[in-house]
């Protein structure tokens, strides 16, 4: 016989199921003692064990995953092996001498093929939940998350300290009294223990949160992604908004900013930077994000078209340019000068997207914009590119696009374009035909079949020219003018 009882880790022992679980031994002719102990371990302690649990199982099940994955392959490898030996297109055939043994074969093999699908996807499921774990664990050291914990703490240990009083009035036992203190105890370590969390983030900079000591009436704060709200009062633990519809109010911790004075703070210890730049980024944010998820209507598809063409315009690009070719331009990383160039950059897209809705051309906004000093990572040379096939493809190649035939016509396909950073083998895929897969600089590695063709600068990589930009006002780059824009 085993007896288990959960939920009974670093808190007071459920008695009533012990002495229940007891008695079943008794009845069964066992000798029980009841040994208890009520003492929590520390907090600290008890967040480590539960990480390393969460680690743990998250490990089971990648190798859980790892197994599924290995008898997807295994049994992906017996098909293969019958689907091989029968040439391409073969029928099977009714009264041959070996038809029931080559049917026999091709019904094990679909067998196979079956259940390589259905591993395939439990080993999909199962890496799915072991990441699960580890962002669910990783997210309960989330700052704000802290922040709501440290709100349901305080909660419990007002009630329990009610109840403290309640249990002296009512005279009741002393155990139970000893239980109540106990109760408290835990849970005002609990609470400074996530107190001193959140210290350490501020004493860092990692986070600092907004509070009464840094709203104020009549601030804008936004709260989560619903929007920016004037503020009408500060309260001990929310903020109350001028708003008629809901929110109305809003915890500490859904707060991300404040406007004040014509500046915007991200963070109360963040460096401000004006509502007006901050609009705009934050409009062209919305802009691009639409443009990704356009649909069918053609007013959709215009503004998508824009936010492209603007883009390009800003960096002085043909308006076929590649996706790869203007993220060649943004920075790289996300120190305050680098956010600060971000900021700009969408600024200066947003301002030639205003132009071109407006309806003005593309060669009058070209013929107003000035050079910018920034340089790109990678950019495609002058000239024509070679024509290559992916195999023979070399780590600091310049892919300019894949041939395609479309209606009849051979075309230049953009949606794969940069520098060349591996090449892996040909494989052999049967009917299917030979493919080899290509990586290049910030893009996932892509496949192509051995006789398709790209357009290619073997080998180059040459100065970027100057290029431009609209947020530096009129002005032309020569370049640009003779580009045929």
Do not use: C
Request: hydrophobic share 35%; charged share 30%.
């Amino acid at each position: 016989m085993g007896i288990y009882i959960r939920g009974s880790r670093d808190r007071d022992v459920q008695r009533w199921r012990i002495d229940a679980a007891a008695q079943a031994l008794r009845d069964n002719g066992f000798d029980v003692e009841i040994e208890v102990d009520d003492q929590w371990r520390p907090t600290a302690d008890r967040e480590a064990d539960r990480a390393v649990r969460a680690d743990e199982r998250a490990d089971r099940l990648h190798e859980r995953a790892g197994a599924a994955a290995s008898r997807r392959d295994a049994r992906q490898h017996a098909a293969d092996r019958v689907y091989e030996a029968i040439p391409f297109g073969q029928p099977e055939m009714p009264g041959h001498h070996s038809y029931a043994a080559d049917h026999n074969r091709r019904e094990r093999a679909r067998t196979n093929v079956n259940k390589a699908i259905k591993e395939d996807r439990y080993a999909g499921d199962l890496a799915e939940r072991a990441n699960a774990v580890r962002v669910h664990e990783d997210a309960k050291d989330n700052p704000r998350a802290i922040m709501r914990r440290l709100e349901r703490l305080r909660a419990d240990l007002r009630r329990w300290e009610r109840e403290r009083v309640a249990a002296a009035e009512a005279d009741t036992s002393a155990g139970y009294q000893a239980r109540v203190q106990r109760e408290i105890d835990r849970l005002a370590e609990d609470i400074a223990h996530q107190e001193a969390k959140l210290a350490d983030r501020a004493a860092s900079g990692e986070f600092v949160a907004w509070g009464p000591d840094n709203l104020a009436k009549d601030d804008l704060v936004q709260v989560r992604s619903y929007g920016w709200y004037r503020v009408t009062r500060v309260n001990r633990k929310t903020v109350s908004l001028d708003n008629p519809m809901w929110p109305q109010k809003a915890p500490f911790d859904e707060i991300f900013g404040r406007r004040r004075d014509g500046l915007q703070y991200d963070t109360p210890h963040g460096q401000p930077w004006p509502v007006h730049l901050a609009t705009a980024v934050e409009r062209w944010q919305r802009l691009e994000h639409g443009a990704r998820i356009a649909g069918y209507d053609p007013a959709d598809q215009t503004r998508a078209r824009h936010v492209r063409w603007a883009q390009r315009l800003v960096h002085g690009l043909d308006l076929s340019a590649s996706d790869a070719e203007v993220t060649a331009f943004w920075p790289g990383t996300a120190d305050p000068e680098t956010v600060s160039e971000s900021r700009r950059l969408s600024a200066a897209y947003l301002a030639v997207f205003d132009r071109l809705e407006a309806g003005e051309l593309v060669p009058d906004i070209v013929a107003s914009l000035l050079a910018d000093r920034r340089a790109p990572s990678w950019r495609l040379p002058d000239g024509d590119p070679v024509d290559r096939h992916p195999q023979d493809l070399h780590p600091g190649d310049l892919v300019k696009g894949v041939w395609q035939y479309s209606g009849g016509r051979r075309e230049l396909w953009r949606y794969f374009a940069g520098p060349v950073t591996a090449v892996g083998p040909v494989e052999h895929r049967r009917e299917l035909g030979n493919w080899v897969s290509v990586a290049l600089t910030d893009s996932p590695p892509r496949e192509f079949q051995t006789h398709q063709w790209l357009a290619v600068f073997p080998g180059r990589t040459p100065e970027p020219p100057a290029v431009v930009s609209a947020a530096a006002g009129p002005g032309v780059d020569e370049s640009v003018r003779d580009s045929g824009l």
